[in-house]
Structures are given as structure tokens and as C-alpha cells.
């Protein structure tokens, strides 16, 4: 293989061949990809079936704690899991400017094929087009996910009702911020990581343990944000306890520097579960035990007042509304 | 950049954010009120005190009866309808690059904003700074470019350092259009207004810095009990505290709670600056009328880069659009006084919300209007 990406290799010839043996076959080859053919076929399962997609143009595309690859499965089979699917395939398609050197590209796909297995998921179709230099930004990436949904699950951001509680599986805003610093070159002396993880076994666990009625998980626009959307189709109000909501010493010091707020900031391993007060015990234990589960804790209870409204507890004993925000806190994150 | 510096601030900013440290104070003010048996209006007079009362939701914790009222503290807010619209007919002249502070851009003028003058096609530009303004007048030596300087004392300092760097650099295109206030004469003014209920007043921070809290003692002092008071919502509860007890036993002093940052004498290197450039005019408030010597306009001798000096600002005026109906209704003048709540305003989260504002209140993060419909909001739908 030649050092670096040249247009050739989205041409459709003898490079663009050698580039998905040597690379996409190489690390990512299953039985329904090495059919080869122009549709990836596959049976279908019983249930409904879940289907999404996200592209993805987070730059830097190597940060701590994850890179564009393992963000590229986990936003998405978290996009499948958090609408109660068992996610199952995946489709990849890239866009590569002209002159990425290869070695990076492999690593790239090393890491997505590292986030495919823990996934449980397999890469089943894709795509590569080479761009001239400057007319795209390193890599680009985007993925399509399949699912299926068990015919008993029903979840959705318009079933939380008064009443039920508001649960979180740990430390909010790490994946902003660490993108966020790659970006402006501040190394923080406790490095902050992305929290970038696929959340389908938790979640599976969550719903295990009890009913639930929402999932969603915070990412671009942070915690804030998903619940003005949750309250806003759910025409509940939402009140959040600030003192119960973990956030890690790190992130808290950052963001005031910075002058973020936490509340806001994306992450790419939490999900949001919103569940009746009868099963929310039951839930938090069962999540408090998974790896990713550990600081789990119940944030906020959803009420009749104030319909589309989220309002924040302060650590004062005050009360104040959490808004939407007006525009971006930080581009390209994801 | 550390952890080890954030580590340390966070701390200090902790120690005061510290909800725990505030039940004693919480409890002083409740005793305090009991002893006073009347209802109390204490007055935060900076837009950076009202959103940090609502971030933390001060005005919920605190005892019936004892209110706090937003004041003039918002430069964007205060500033007069007409000088906002003389502004947008200024942007129309030849040659003209108005450079200005993002939130102006989005202030309703009586028929157009800067905003829209910037969609049509007029080099309107958004500076951080004045000296950003400055550099646009240097890159650019053949327009005329235009600095509109909206602000108290806190950012006049600034825009005095940049015309001393403009002498120097003998650049003739950069002109400074000055609607700067001052904060101790609209204090004055606000104490003697009729119907006035204002029992103390949480005086600004970042003013203060600059001007020192003695600039307050002729306006204040023996009248209405003051507090210069800083922005964490510890600050602020101690303030109200400190207030109470001056009204208690029967004071009426400028004291400073905002110690770690404000003195006596304030900043004299930044108040000979401002002196060197500007003097106090007599202005229009939003709400509040002309007050004498409330305004700071550039001195005669700098006349070289006074915009107000080098248009001819009647016959500009005699082209101004007529005041429009809905921004007749806006309530801001009165917000601004401590005589009406945003809430109470009809517009309010109706015709008028942060994404389509009817007056300035709404515009500035830091203006009253803004900082209820983002915060409080909730509380005003009967829920
Ligand atoms: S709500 Fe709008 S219209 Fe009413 S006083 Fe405030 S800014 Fe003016």
C-alpha cells in the first residue's frame, strides 16, 4: 500500500480494490461482508425493526479516550439501544481527503472493528470516496444502524409520565471537554477522557431489572438539553436536583475555567433512563453494578408542573429553569 | 494550563458556591427581617448580580417580603431608543464600518436593528474589544470606521487606552461614538424618583473596581444603606445580610462586601485615563430620563476622533423612523427602575422572548427581561 490516501483509491479501480482488501476486509471482514456483493443480504429477525443514522466530523479524529472510529459505532449503536433495539448491523461509509497518511486510516478501522466486537454488532456494507485536499477535514464518517426491536419493549421520549424518576449511569460532560481540550492543546494535569462507550448491555440490564419509560442519550447539548426534549414530548415538567448530578472534580474545575457548563456539555457514553418511582430502585441497582453503571444515580423526578419546562434544584435550595440553548456551545465534537 | 490552577480556583470559587455556607447567613437574614417588621426592597443594580441571583434561585430562599429589584446595571439596556436608532442611521453613511459589541447588533431599533442593516449590506462588524476596532481602522485607512461605545465605568477605561493608542498611531479614520454611563449619578437619580421604594442597594463589582467605593459616598451615603458586593451567591446573601443590618440599626453607609477585588479608592491609573479622554454630559436613560452628569462624552480636545462631533447628529435625528407601537408597550424603563418585574411586563414570553426581543432587556444575557425568561420563567406559567 502506498504511505497515503491518494484520489485513486475512491476511484473504483485496482487501488480502491487494494484498500478494501488490505484494510476494510482485513479489520473488519465478517460473512455478510465478504458476500461482496452491491447489497449486504442478511435474514431478518422477528420484532420491529430499528433504524438509524449519524455522520461524524469530530476533529481532532484521535482524542483521549476514544477516536472518530469508535465514535462512529458507539454514537450509533447507542442510538439503536436507547430506542430499546438490540443492535445487529452497521453500515460504514467514509469520506477520506486526499493525502490521509494510510497508517492512520488503519488505525481508524482497527478501532472501529475493536468497538464492532465488544458491540456485538458487524459491519455489513460500506463505502469510501477520496476528496482533493481541503475539500474535507482528515475523515469523515458516517454510520447506519439496524436493530430489532423485542416486541414487548416499548420506549420512547413521549412516555415519561409525573411522577416517574430520572436516572444517569455516571459523570456527565467528559466527552466535550476532552475534545474540547485536544482541540486548544490544554493538557489538564488528570487527563479528562471521553466517556465514548456502547451502552446497549447496560441498557439491557436497565430494562431487565424493571419498566422503563424513557431512554436517550445526552449527547450534543449535554443532559440539559435531552430533557427539555424528553419534557417538551412528554408535556411533563422535569425538576433536576443540582447536588445529585455526578460530575467529576476534573470537569467541574475545567468547565469553570473555561467557562462551560457542565449541564450542557456532550457526552458519548450516558444515557438518560426515565422510569416509574416502582422499578427506579430496582434499576439504579442493576445499572450501579455494570461497568459502565457505576456512579449511576437517580438525578430528578418528571412532575405535572410546568409542561416543556425543566427547572434545576440548587445546591441553595433555590430554583431556576434549565434552557435549551440558543445555538452551539462547541462544534464539531462529534 | 494546569490542573493545578483550576484545582486552586475551583476551590476558592467552590468555597464561596459552598451552598453549605449559606444557611447561617440564610438564618441571620430571616432575623434580621423579623426585627425590621416591614417589607424590605434591597435594589442589585448590575445585570451580572440578577443573573447570578437567578442561576442560583437566591430570590426563592429568601423571606417574604424581602424583594429584590433589578436595576439600570445593563448598559445594553439602558440606552436610549433614540440613540439606538441614530446608530443604525449612522451605519448608512459613506464609508462607514461600525464596529460594535455583539448584543448591540441584535437591539431593536424603531424599524430596523443593526443586525438587519449588516443583512442589507452595511460593513457592521462585532469587535471583543476596542482595540479590535482599532486594528480595523488601521487595515482599513481609507473608510471611516466607527467604534460604538456602549458601557459604565468598567469598560471605558478600555476605550480611553485605545484612543491614546489611536493619537499616537495618528489614525484619523477611527472615531468613537460614545453613549458611556455612569453608574453613581443614575443612583442619585433613582433615590429622589417619585414612588421610589428602594431600601438598599447591591452595588456592582466590576464597576467598583475602577471607581472605588468612595465614588458612591456623595450620592449615597446618610440616604440609602450600599453594599459593593461580588458575584458568587454567597457574595450576594452576605450583601443582603450586611444591608439588613445597616437597616437595622439604622445606617445608611457605603460599605464593600466585595473585598478581594474592591477598595476605597477603586483603580486611579484607569480613572486618570478616562479623565484624560472623556467628560461627563448629561445623557438620556432608557426609564429613567436625562440625568446631569450621568453620561461621559469625549473632551473637546480629542474632538479629532468624536463621532458625535464629526456628524451632524440633529439633522441625522430629524431622519429618524417614528416610534414604533409594540416597542411603545415594552415595559424596560420601568423593569430598570425597580417599579415593575419583567413578569409583569404584557409582552413578556409572548411578544417579546430572547430569539425575537421587543426592547434591550431581552437582548443583553445581563439584561432583567433576558435573565427571568431564561431562569425564571417556569415559575411565571402558575406552575
Ligand atoms: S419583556 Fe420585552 S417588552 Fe417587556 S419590558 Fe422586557 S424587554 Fe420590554
Redesign the pocket.
Known sequence: MEPRILLAHGGGGGASHRLIQEVFYRYLGNDILLQGNDAAVFDVVPGKLAMTTDCFVVQPIFFRGGDIGKLAVCGTVNDLAVSGARPLYLSLGLIIEEGLPVELLEKVVASIAAACLEAGVKIVTGDTKVVEKGKADQLFINTTGLGIIPESVRVGGEMARPGDLVLINGNIGEHGLAVMSERAGINWETPILSDCAALHGLIAEAMEAGAVHCLRDPTRGGLATTLNEISRQSHVGIILEENAIPVSGAVRGASEMLGFDPLYLANEGKVVVIAPPASAKAILERMRRHPLGKDSAIIGEAVAEHPGLVALKTAFGGERLLDMLEGEMLPRIC | MTEDLSEDLSQKLRQLRDAGLAPPVLDSIKRRMRKLERPVNLMEVCGTHTVAISRAGLRQILPPGLRLLSGPGCPVCVTDQQDIDTVIELAKEPGMVLTTFGDMMRVPGSDSALQSEKAAGRDIRVVYSPLDALKVARDLPDRTVMFYAVGFETTVPMVAATLEMAEKQGLSNFWVFSVHKTIPAALEALIHMEGARIDGFILPGHVSTIIGANAYKPVLQGKVPAMVTGFEPLDILRAVDLLLAQLVEGRAEVEIEYTRAVTEEGNPTAQQLMAEFFEPSDPRWRGLGIIPGSGLMLRERHFRHDACRRYDLAAVRSRLPAPNKLMAA???GE?LKGALL?GD?K??GRA?TPAQ???P??VSSEGA?AAYYMYERHRQQGG
Open positions: 415594552c415595559s424596560c423593569v419583567p411586563c409582552l413578556f417579546c426581543p421587543v426592547g432587556c431581552m427581561c
